[in-house]
């Protein structure tokens, strides 16, 4: 979500003439936009503030921006600690950064971090450093309330957006040469619970929602974070099952294999249910990937509790996942909690857990070894001469050969890593998408 309110912010400074710099240095306008669920965010912020001071101490007409989480939940602290500061805008006030920035011109530093979200900014222009490839947010805000994360309180409540705006910016985006889609959502399973549908008391839902963007002609690709195990519903899975465009991939967060830290998490499933949910998706989806989220220690989380999210993980076969050291988000309710645990425990588990998903990670990906795939081209691979690919399944597959972002081929995969697959071209470039 904060990458994509950049490119958002990119978009509107870039429409309003500005063009990007390479350095700070030779910078006009610099926009910090700042992600809250990050460690440290805040210590990076105000780091990165006091390199700025000196700059702006030459250059009084540099404007210095702190967008994002961070603004949203500090509010005036920022340009308390930090006065060299022009504007602070939260997440819900991006469309007035040129009307802010103006106003900072004629009257000094100034603050808009209002509580509600009157334009989407998915409505904005957008500076994407992808042509083919593209966020499409579905829905802003969160209802839940799980007690490790500051997302309710700086993005607010859910707030869907009409089917009809996601899809005509969707199709705007496929006439302009974007083949695929990310639909971002804090829980995409409850998208359309605030909406209703013009004439009945039915709301959208989700897997109509996949359905229709299914539908969009020339869109090779569709993919959306993230779901909530305790929301997910069947139709979800039979709209993935029967939507050509839908990858086949999910990003299912687990969190932990605890019922009891669960419980304390305030994440309201239980293990087996989510592994029920895993089952009846790879069978209604052969062949889909999984990956999901883990946190390791959360504060109570005991040697029972760690050893039952060992036994989920060995079970799920997840194809991937993010795996966290728990670490506390002032303001958040986990943060207050008793029994947080210590540093060298949580890392003698993390480590445990990261070895075994890592083995797991592997054997699953060498077991795409000799088989083909259609793969699309992301750009230039870390070495001269090779290229970085995706597969539907959302693996990376390096090509040895050099080929234009945006198209599809299909790939033989030779060999395997934890975080990568090799793949040798087996058809000629097929769609040029930019
Ligand atoms: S559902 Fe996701 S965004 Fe919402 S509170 Fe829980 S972790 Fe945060």
Known sequence: MNEHDSERIGGLLMADGMTPTESVEDARIVVLNTCAIRE????RLYGNLGHLKPL????????????????????????????????????????NLLDLLRLAEEEGPVMDVREYTEIFPSALPAARTDAFRAWVSIAVGCDNACTFCIVPFVRGAQRSRPIGDILAEIQGLVRAGVVEVTLLGQNVNTYGRDLTVPGSSRRPRFA??????????????????????????????????????????????????SDRVLKAMQRSYRRERYLDWLTRIREAIPGIAVSTDIIVGFPGETAEDFADTLEVVERARFDGAYTFQYSPRPGTRAASMDEQLPKEVVQERFERLVALQSAITAAANRAQVGRTFEVLVEGGGKRRGSTQARTRTNRIV???????????VEARITDAGVHHLIGETVSTPATVAV
């Open 56 to 95: 702006k101490a030459r250059n009084p007409d540099l404007r210095i921006v702190v967008a994002g989480c961070l603004a949203q939940k500090d509010q005036g602290e920022i340009q308390r600690r930090a006065p060299w500061v022009d504007v602070v805008i939260g997440t819900h006030a991006l469309p």
């Open 40 to 43: 440290n965010a805040d210590n």
């Open 208 to 257: 109509q929602l996949l359905r229709e963007v299914n539908e969009v002609d020339g869109l090779r690709r569709i993919r959306f974070t993230s779901p909530h195990p305790h929301d997910f519903t069947p139709d979800v899975i039979d709209a993935m099952a029967s939507s050509e465009a839908v990858c086949e991939h999910i990003h299912f967060p687990l969190q932990s294999g």
């Open 398 to 408: 390096h090509l040895r050969q050099e080929l234009p972002p945006g198209t599809f």
